[in-house]
């Protein structure tokens, strides 16, 4: 199964900076890989579908990048509602995995 | 727009079995090309894909699930199911039920339902 690693596990910013997260997959997904935000006591929100495209209401400040094996999700600004847990997930192969996760947090 | 809701017991023993439903509203099951989704989230930790049924009935479970795990749609009532049976401790957790949609990723989530595996 694909294997999907995201970095880092928590990211550390304040409001306005610019945040980068990381997701390596341990063998093709030809670029078909999605982000989702999830919030504390919320289901997961679909972001990005494969590599960049932006889901439907979602935000300029998100965006999708990357080729095999490593993809990148930034977030250009941050405003106080993204500080959030983002996944990644892959949908090439079954079965369909999803990263660890990384945290974002305020600073 | 699309609803989904997930409802059964909170409190499964172990080695029984676990059963939830996920109710839809705002579109129907059998709609093409929807996928129906199980997703679990252990306490504290990711997202584990489970398995899924398509519009037309056919199921694909992650390997790691696939000997317990049933998934199953009911027209009459435009719901879809989940059973997994001898559970453990290990199955403990908050299970979502959604959507997956062209581009195939899970657009729409229910809000979950927290099952605690515990004799």
């Known amino acids: 199964e694909a294997v999907l690693t995201q970095s880092p596990a928590t990211l550390s910013l304040s409001p306005g900076e610019r945040a980068t997260l990381s997701c390596r997959a341990s063998e093709s997904v030809r670029g078909q890989l999605g982000w989702y935000q999830q919030k504390r006591g919320q289901p997961p929100r679909l972001l990005i579908s494969?590599?960049?495209n932006r889901a439907p209401g979602i935000p300029g400040r998100f965006s999708g990048s990357g080729s095999e094996p490593d993809f990148n999700l930034t977030i250009s600004s941050l405003e106080p509602e993204d500080f959030a847990v983002y996944y990644c997930?892959?949908?090439?192969?079954?079965?369909?995995?999803f990263g660890g996760g990384t945290k974002v947090q305020i600073k | 727009q699309l609803q989904l809701q997930e409802s059964g017991p909170g409190l499964v023993k172990p080695s029984e079995t676990l059963s939830l439903t996920c109710a839809v509203s705002g579109g129907s099951v059998t709609n093409s090309p929807n996928y129906w989704g199980w997703i679990r989230q252990p306490p504290g930790t990711g997202l584990e894909w489970i398995g899924i049924?398509?519009?037309?009935?056919?199921?694909f479970y992650n390997p790691s699930l696939s000997d317990r795990v049933t998934i199953s749609m009911d027209t009459s009532t435009n719901q879809f199911s989940l059973r997994l049976s001898s559970v453990t401790a290990a199955d403990t957790g908050l299970y979502y039920c959604a959507r997956r949609i062209f581009p195939y990723y899970f657009d729409s989530w229910g809000q979950g339902a927290l099952v605690t595996v515990s004799s």
């Open positions: 049924i398509t519009h037309f009935g056919l199921t």
């Open positions: 494969d590599t960049f």
């Open positions: 997930q892959q949908r090439y192969s079954w079965p369909l995995t």
